[in-house]
């Protein structure tokens, strides 16, 4: 069964830094890897999806990459915002013996940008 | 606006009793979900649907049922059999299709027992 991790649970930084948040799945089987951002009490929203053949994606300030040989992929937030401050949630859609769009997530890193 | 509806936002169940939670989208998508979160949890699979009339159980659809009567509409049951209940429900959609698979989640269900 395909197990995905993220790492760190947890990250509290000053506006302006650069972040990274990582993201490990155990089967490298995938179809394609979502990003997501979770408001507290909220809906996910989608950020980037990267397809299997893919390496990266971009989107503004944010920047994810995957290497589905090594099971990983990161979430780059270049000069992060306090606006930027919720739960990121990394998730992977298996191809191996799986029906089509059922996705497998983390637990999720939660973001506090302060001031 | 096109999205995800689910309904009510926060819904309150008394012991034994059966409840139902909406979604219903207006994307056009085939395929439908539903997760529970629990705090600190990851997202736990109920139940999917690809096409109208069929749904397939996920990782823990003990105690809950489903019914995908139209396109648009994705309903859930948590029947007094589901022991533990009170979490957080999302929806979501999606084209269904292999490339491009971009899932949209609603803004979730709050369901406490009582």
């Known amino acids: 069964k395909q197990e995905v991790t993220q790492i760190p649970a947890a990250l509290s930084v000053p506006e302006g830094e650069n972040l990274v948040l990582n993201c490990s799945f155990t089967d490298s089987a995938i179809y394609n890897l979502q990003w997501f951002r979770q408001d507290p009490g909220k809906g996910l929203t989608s950020l980037l999806l990267i397809q299997s053949s893919q390496r990266e994606q971009t989107s503004g300030r944010l920047n994810a990459s995957l290497d589905k040989s090594s099971g990983r992929s990161t979430l780059y937030i270049a000069a992060s915002q306090p606006g930027d401050s919720a739960t990121y949630l990394c998730?992977?859609?298996?191809?191996?013996?799986?029906?089509?769009?059922?996705?497998?997530f983390g637990r999720g890193t939660q973001l506090t940008v302060w001031p | 606006d096109g999205g995800i509806t689910q309904s009510p936002k926060y819904l309150f169940r008394k012991e034994g009793q059966n409840v139902t939670l909406s979604c219903e989208q207006n994307?056009?998508?085939?395929?439908m979900y539903w997760y529970r979160q629990d705090p600190g949890q990851g997202l736990r699979l109920i139940y999917y649907?690809?096409?109208?009339?069929?749904?397939q159980k996920g990782d823990i659809a003990e105690g809950y049922s489903v019914s995908r009567e139209k396109k648009e509409s994705f309903p859930l049951t948590v029947t007094s059999a589901q022991k533990n209940p009170t979490a957080f429900y999302l929806c979501?959609?999606?084209?269904?299709?292999?490339?491009?698979?971009?899932?949209?989640f609603g803004e979730g269900s709050w369901l406490t027992v009582v």
């Open positions: 979501a959609s999606s084209t269904g299709r292999r490339n491009g698979n971009t899932i949209y």
């Open positions: 649907s690809q096409i109208v009339n069929d749904f």
């Open positions: 994307l056009n998508h085939d395929a």
């Open positions: 998730a992977v859609n298996s191809g191996r013996g799986s029906t089509l769009g059922r996705l497998y």
